[in-house]
């Protein structure tokens, strides 16, 4: 039982370059995540997709679009690479429930932008 | 407005003593609250969580937390540190279709 694989885990890229982080979840959520983690300041939401075919914005969407491929599928985006989105970035998934769900990480993708 | 304060940025135990890590919130709604711990390069993993049942809840691993809706907290507690426990914890509430993190919490084990 995979859980939640994020590919790839590390990524080095140049600034003004586009790349998409990718996301599958094996669990049959209906629910999935994407999060940037900084240090010190905790996970923050970028989009989330409560179902298929739905998405919508979180903390921190600037730079960055989703697309809830199927299910199991849920990928983002970063159209022109800024040194600010350095980051790790998580995808999750839940169950739906208004919130009282746990939610399932992947292991992250690490980038850096130069 | 509805925010979760860890009150620790770092804490140090020595080995086969007692764990609190601490968390408050803030919230007008009927809160849910998770703990996670997350080790390095890997994503977070849920240790326990409160929805409303019972005050004081058992996670794993020997981890439990104790809602105290009258203090605002859930504080997570473990008997006796183990090595295996150096890690980041981030408390975490849900509550009016928000989900917020805290900052996080990164604990080290002393041998």
């Known amino acids: 039982n995979a859980g939640v694989t994020q590919t790839p885990k590390f990524q080095v890229l140049k600034t003004g370059q586009s790349m998409t982080l990718q996301c599958a979840q094996d669990?049959?959520?209906?629910?999935m995540y994407w999060y940037r983690q900084d240090p010190g300041m905790g996970l923050r939401l970028i989009y989330y997709?409560?179902?298929?075919?739905?998405?919508d914005k979180g903390e921190v969407p600037n730079g960055y679009n989703v697309s809830r491929l199927n299910k199991r599928e849920f990928s983002l985006r970063l159209e022109s690479a800024a040194p600010s989105q350095t980051s790790v970035y998580f995808c999750?998934?839940?169950?739906?429930?208004?919130?009282?769900?746990?939610?399932?990480f992947g292991d992250g993708t690490r980038l850096s932008i130069l | 407005a509805q925010s979760v304060t860890q009150l620790d940025s770092h804490v140090s135990v020595s080995e086969g003593t007692p764990v609190l890590l601490r968390c408050n919130y803030s919230?007008?709604?009927?809160?849910?609250l998770f703990w996670y711990v997350q080790h390095p390069n890997k994503g977070l993993q849920l240790l326990l969580k409160?929805?409303?049942?019972?005050?004081l809840v058992k996670g794993i691993n020997g981890f439990e937390a104790e809602f105290k809706k009258s203090e605002t907290s859930f504080h997570l507690t473990k008997p006796s540190a183990h090595m295996s426990d150096a890690a980041e914890y981030f408390c975490?509430?849900?509550?009016?279709?928000?989900?917020?993190f805290g900052a996080g919490t990164r604990l080290f084990v002393k041998a």
């Open positions: 999750a998934s839940s169950l739906p429930g208004q919130g009282n769900q746990p939610q399932h």
């Open positions: 669990m049959n959520h209906n629910s």
């Open positions: 997709s409560a179902s298929e075919g739905t998405t």
């Open positions: 919230s007008s709604y009927s809160p849910s």
């Open positions: 409160y929805t409303s049942a019972a005050t």
């Open positions: 975490v509430y849900t509550g009016g279709f928000k989900t917020i």
